[in-house]
């Protein structure tokens, strides 16, 4: 193990354009639960009757729009929540060794530790805004205008910001090293990165 520890330091210190591409497990020894993982938000139901991705599925939103905020605010949104060592070492790895932290996580982890390059793929539920007027907050919130308001993250049928899949295309195509940490791969367009590079 300790060899493999050596290499891997040896790999990012002589790496001249180093990517991260984090997903959700990252964040798990924060108190966060991954979504695919044995105790992951997927291997049970909400309510006892709602699949996960069916509860955060655009048209889920659109029908079920207080169950959708139920579900973010209580399953989601947990208070108190703070980096771990990982995010920390990848805040401390920035300077000077990675160029880009691309993730599909949609909390704000890895900013709070203090990186500022990171591309959320997902978006994040950090941001929210009313559809009407585009007012936005930190937290969800009744909007003046009386128009819906939603978090800034990529629900499923929805398409991805083209300009943060551009970038992280960019980034990927650049790196002499891409380190993949904490996420399956299993969501369409991450394992559509990993093959391209």
């Not at 069916?54 to 399953?75: A, G, M, P, Q, T």
């Not at 990171?118 to 007027?133: A, F, Q, T």
Request: charged fraction near 25%.
């Amino acid at each position: 193990m300790e060899n493999k520890i050596e290499k891997l330091a040896d790999i990012i210190k002589n790496s001249k354009h180093l990517i991260f591409f984090t997903g959700a497990g990252v964040s798990t020894e924060s108190g966060l639960k991954s979504f695919r993982g044995k105790d992951g938000l997927y291997s049970s139901l909400y309510k006892g009757k709602y699949r996960p991705e069916e509860v955060l599925s655009s048209d889920f939103f659109c029908s079920h729009r207080k169950i959708f905020l139920e579900y973010v605010e209580d399953d989601q949104l947990k208070n108190g929540i703070k980096p771990n060592k990982g995010h920390l070492v990848l805040a401390e790895l920035k300077n000077g060794y990675i160029k880009s932290c691309n993730k599909i996580n949609i909390d704000d982890l890895h900013q709070m530790a203090g990186n500022k390059n990171v591309l959320e793929l997902h978006g994040s539920l950090k941001r929210w805004y009313c559809l009407s007027c585009g007012k936005t907050s930190d937290r969800n919130f009744s909007c003046d205008c009386g128009g819906i308001v939603r978090p800034d993250v990529t629900l499923y049928g929805e398409n991805l910001n083209q300009d943060v899949v551009n970038e992280a295309i960019y980034q990927i195509e650049q790196a002499d090293t891409l380190i993949v940490a904490g996420t399956s791969l299993t969501v369409y367009h991450c394992k559509w990165y990993y093959i391209k590079i």
